[in-house]
């Protein structure tokens, strides 16, 4: 089976974070305070080591019952740079690859068996994203035309079959079909869960950023 760009930042919800707040003693060898006025009749108000840290447990207990639970889709971050471009007419070829240029490229065509580098978002065909170069921030850089990547990808990007191959600079939308990404079998699977289910349909907006400058000369 032919590998996929990587589908490790797949959208899940984020812990709950809470900030600690350090009480610094007025001296090195004490960890008391005291609070006293001459007017008052009351005993100075004393704070030991212990009683400190029982009430900072009790106050950080407090924020997080107070807290109401998160929802998986209010947690999704903004940060894939694809979902707002236009949309396109897709064509289709023989194989079942759909494919449209949302910006042709000027730059140089992709090298077969080179490595380039590439922004990508990956969603399945009901629109959810699963994976996104721009959530690491930075281009993954695969290896195209040599069976590295599944067969779609490998023709959506380098052409071939009625598909003009991308240039540097190019943006393109590929919708995979099963047969041309994992067919029957799961993908991305561990402990039993996996992250691209059977027969799944796949869309990819595939950014060309560009050539590998590590490529052999």
């Known amino acids: 089976m032919a590998s996929i760009i990587p589908t490790l930042a797949i959208a899940a919800p984020k812990?709950?974070?809470s900030s600690t707040?350090?009480?610094?003693?007025?001296?090195?060898?004490?960890?008391?305070?005291?609070?006293?006025?001459?007017?008052?009749p009351h005993p100075p108000l004393t704070w030991s080591r212990k009683s400190l840290t029982n009430a900072g447990i009790g106050l950080l207990a407090a924020a997080v019952l107070g807290?109401?639970?998160?929802?998986?889709?209010?947690?999704?971050?903004?940060?894939?740079?694809?979902?707002?471009?236009?949309?396109?007419?897709l064509?289709?070829?023989?194989s079942g690859l759909g494919y449209c240029d949302i910006k042709v490229g000027v730059g140089e065509e992709v090298p077969r068996g080179e490595l380039i580098n590439v922004h990508y978002t990956a969603r399945f065909s009901d629109g959810t994203v699963f994976d996104s170069s721009?959530?690491?921030?930075r281009p993954l850089t695969m290896r195209i035309g040599v069976g590295k990547v599944i067969k779609g990808l490998d023709q959506g990007i380098l052409?071939?079959?009625?598909?003009?191959p991308m240039q540097v600079g190019g943006k393109r939308k590929l919708r995979i079909p099963p047969q041309l990404a994992y067919g029957?079998?799961?993908?991305?699977?561990?402990?039993?869960?996996?992250?691209?289910p059977a027969n799944?349909?796949?869309?990819?907006?595939?950014?060309?950023?560009?050539?590998?400058?590590?490529?052999?000369k």
């Open 91 to 94: 064509s289709y070829t023989k």
């Open 159 to 164: 052409g071939g079959g009625g598909v003009p």
């Open 21 to 40: 707040v350090y009480l610094k003693p007025t001296s090195p060898s004490s960890m008391s305070a005291h609070c006293s006025t001459s007017s008052s």
């Open 134 to 137: 721009y959530k690491r921030a």
């Open 67 to 89: 807290l109401s639970p998160m929802k998986a889709d209010a947690t999704r971050v903004e940060y894939y740079a694809t979902v707002n471009e236009p949309l396109c007419d």
């Open 200 to 216: 799944a349909t796949l869309l990819y907006d595939i950014n060309l950023v560009g050539i590998y400058s590590g490529n052999a």
């Open 184 to 196: 029957p079998e799961p993908a991305g699977c561990f402990s039993g869960d996996c992250n691209i």
């Open 15 to 17: 812990p709950i974070t």
